[in-house]
Protein backbone atom coordinates (compact mmCIF):
# COMPACT_ATOMS: atom_id res chain seq x y z
CA UNK A 1 0.00 0.00 0.00
CA UNK A 2 1.05 3.69 -0.26
CA UNK A 3 0.55 5.94 1.53
CA UNK A 4 -0.13 9.53 -0.08
CA UNK A 5 1.05 13.10 1.89
CA UNK A 6 -1.48 14.35 3.57
CA UNK A 7 -2.13 17.29 1.62
CA UNK A 8 -2.26 15.19 -1.79
CA UNK A 9 -5.45 13.68 -3.22
CA UNK A 10 -6.69 11.52 -6.51
CA UNK A 11 -9.29 10.77 -8.49
CA UNK A 12 -9.10 7.47 -10.82
CA UNK A 13 -11.27 7.80 -13.90
CA UNK A 14 -11.64 5.53 -17.03
CA UNK A 15 -10.09 6.84 -20.43
CA UNK A 16 -11.01 4.14 -22.73
CA UNK A 17 -11.42 0.28 -22.36
CA UNK A 18 -7.89 -0.86 -21.11
CA UNK A 19 -6.78 2.63 -20.09
CA UNK A 20 -6.81 4.07 -16.59
CA UNK A 21 -5.65 7.54 -15.24
CA UNK A 22 -4.90 8.42 -11.59
CA UNK A 23 -4.94 12.30 -11.47
CA UNK A 24 -3.18 13.75 -8.74
CA UNK A 25 -3.86 17.25 -7.00
CA UNK A 26 -2.09 18.94 -4.13
CA UNK A 27 -4.25 21.32 -1.71
CA UNK A 28 -1.76 24.29 -2.41
CA UNK A 29 -0.03 23.84 -5.56
CA UNK A 30 -2.88 22.18 -7.94
CA UNK A 31 -2.77 19.79 -10.65
CA UNK A 32 0.52 17.69 -9.31
CA UNK A 33 0.26 14.86 -12.71
CA UNK A 34 -0.94 11.69 -13.24
CA UNK A 35 -0.30 8.25 -13.54
CA UNK A 36 -1.96 6.23 -16.79
CA UNK A 37 -2.26 2.35 -17.06
CA UNK A 38 -2.21 1.24 -20.65
CA UNK A 39 -2.79 -2.46 -21.07
CA UNK A 40 -0.90 -3.01 -24.33
CA UNK A 41 -2.76 -5.17 -27.64
CA UNK A 42 -0.72 -8.39 -26.09
CA UNK A 43 -2.86 -8.35 -22.54
CA UNK A 44 0.03 -9.15 -20.50
CA UNK A 45 1.58 -6.06 -20.10
CA UNK A 46 0.65 -2.56 -19.13
CA UNK A 47 2.11 0.47 -19.72
CA UNK A 48 2.91 2.46 -16.72
CA UNK A 49 3.53 6.38 -17.96
CA UNK A 50 4.25 9.44 -15.36
CA UNK A 51 3.06 12.83 -16.68
CA UNK A 52 3.89 16.04 -14.43
CA UNK A 53 1.22 18.94 -14.46
CA UNK A 54 4.09 21.49 -15.67
CA UNK A 55 2.85 24.93 -17.43
CA UNK A 56 6.42 26.86 -18.44
CA UNK A 57 4.66 29.51 -17.24
CA UNK A 58 4.21 28.78 -13.55
CA UNK A 59 6.69 28.98 -11.16
CA UNK A 60 5.01 26.31 -9.02
CA UNK A 61 6.13 23.85 -12.21
CA UNK A 62 8.98 23.25 -10.03
CA UNK A 63 7.29 22.59 -6.26
CA UNK A 64 5.08 20.44 -8.61
CA UNK A 65 8.13 17.98 -9.59
CA UNK A 66 9.60 17.69 -5.99
CA UNK A 67 6.26 16.78 -4.98
CA UNK A 68 4.86 14.30 -7.60
CA UNK A 69 8.05 13.11 -8.85
CA UNK A 70 8.91 10.44 -6.23
CA UNK A 71 5.47 9.67 -5.72
CA UNK A 72 5.27 8.91 -9.31
CA UNK A 73 8.12 6.36 -9.03
CA UNK A 74 6.67 5.02 -5.86
CA UNK A 75 3.65 3.97 -7.53
CA UNK A 76 5.00 2.56 -10.86
CA UNK A 77 7.81 0.41 -8.91
CA UNK A 78 4.19 -1.26 -7.27
CA UNK A 79 2.58 -1.81 -10.24
CA UNK A 80 5.20 -3.33 -11.78
CA UNK A 81 5.82 -5.49 -8.97
CA UNK A 82 2.11 -6.41 -9.08
CA UNK A 83 2.03 -7.07 -13.07
CA UNK A 84 5.78 -8.73 -12.90
CA UNK A 85 3.65 -12.10 -13.04
CA UNK A 86 1.73 -11.52 -15.96
CA UNK A 87 4.12 -11.42 -18.29
CA UNK A 88 7.53 -13.55 -18.25
CA UNK A 89 9.83 -10.28 -18.36
CA UNK A 90 11.15 -8.99 -15.32
CA UNK A 91 9.84 -5.36 -14.79
CA UNK A 92 11.69 -2.29 -16.03
CA UNK A 93 13.22 0.38 -13.54
CA UNK A 94 13.34 3.99 -14.61
CA UNK A 95 10.25 5.55 -14.48
CA UNK A 96 10.54 8.26 -17.43
CA UNK A 97 8.38 12.21 -16.20
CA UNK A 98 7.51 13.38 -19.04
CA UNK A 99 5.31 16.93 -19.19
CA UNK A 100 1.55 17.33 -19.96
CA UNK A 101 -0.14 20.60 -19.94
CA UNK A 102 -2.04 22.04 -17.38
Known amino acids: MIALPPDVTFTKHAAQPGCW ?7 RLGPLGRVVLTVL ?3 AHTHVSCE ?21 REIAHHLEQ ?7 VPPQSGTAFSPSST
Open 21 to 27: IYDFRHI
Open 41 to 43: PDG
Open 52 to 72: LAENPDLELTAERREAFEPLG
Open 82 to 88: AFAHRAD
